[in-house]
Structures are given as structure tokens and as C-alpha cells.
């Protein structure tokens, strides 16, 4: 499912990449399906403000491309994928699939988005590895907008 970017603001679209990392984050603990997911996320209030449809693309769109997001991070991780934190786990797959299914977001933006995810729930130095691998895929999922910017 490829998320259509319409003209939601910045902020919806921001908080739906902040529910959506937690939703994943949450996945990985419990293997709950999207729609248990989907349901847990769109009962709480604070989703008032968020784009709903753009979180549940990213949700399940992560879920269900997971081997494919994981087989790109693996080609630029410098340690097995089961040895990330959680948090940062979640947040580089979910900058995955924005960089493969969102070619119309500026790479830019998904590195940004995902780097002040990773400083807001990451470890301390967390950021810097999300920035350091996301860089490096982007040079190889998107080669032309990174070489020419």
C-alpha cells in the first residue's frame, strides 16, 4: 500500500510518522497484527491530529515489505539487524519504506523526520547511526536526487 501524500499539513503527516514508528515499535515486541494495531493506535485520543490514512499506509506498508526494508538495511548496517535497539529498528524501517514507496518526499525530510524520532526515542547517540545509515541508503536508493542536491 503506497501512501498518497495529499495535502495534509506537515504537522499530521509528522505525527503520523511518530505514531506509526511507536506502532512498529510495538510490533516488534508483541507480533500483533496491523489491524489489532491499527486499532489500539486509532482509539487514542492524541490521534485526533494526525493524518490517520498516512499512518496506517506506513504501518502496514512496513509490516507487510518488512523482508524487503530488512534485506536494504542489512546492505548498510555494521552489525546483524537482531542486535539493533528496538526504537532505532523500528525508525530505519520505517525511513526505508519512505525512501522506496515515497519518492515524491525528499530524501532530506526522511532522513530529518527520522533522525529527530531517533533523538527523541533513540538511545543517547542513537541519531547518529539512524543519520549515518539512512545517508548511506539514500546514496543507493535514490542516487540522483542525493548526488545532485
Not at 505525527?15 to 510495538?26: D, H, K, T, V
Not at 500483533?32 to 506506513?58: G, I
Not at 543517547?124 to 545509515?133: A, L, M, R, W
Request: proline content about 3%; hydrophobic content about 45%.
Amino acid at each position: 500500500m503506497k501512501p498518497k501524500i495529499k495535502s495534509k499539513s506537515f504537522k499530521s503527516r509528522q505525527r503520523a510518522r511518530r505514531f506509526a514508528m511507536q506502532a512498529l515499535y510495538q510490533w516488534q515486541l508483541t507480533a500483533h497484527s496491523f489491524v489489532e494495531l491499527r486499532k489500539q493506535f486509532l482509539a487514542q485520543e492524541e490521534m485526533v491530529s494526525v493524518d490517520t490514512a498516512y499512518f496506517e499506509a506506513l504501518v502496514q506498508g512496513v509490516i507487510t515489505q518488512q523482508s524487503v526494508l530488512d534485506q536494504q538495511l542489512v546492505s548498510a548496517l555494521d552489525r546483524p539487524l537482531k542486535e539493533l535497539n528496538l526504537v532505532e529498528c523500528a525508525i530505519l524501517r520505517l525511513a526505508v519504506y519512505e525512501l522506496l514507496q515515497c519518492p515524491e518526499l525528499p530524501y532530506k525530510i526522511v532522513l530529518n523526520e527520522a533522525i529527530e524520532l531517533a533523538k527523541e526515542f533513540g538511545a543517547i547517540e542513537g541519531y547518529k547511526y539512524v543519520n549515518g545509515t539512512l545517508h548511506a541508503l539514500a546514496k543507493k536508493l535514490r542516487p540522483l536526487e542525493v548526488n545532485g542536491s
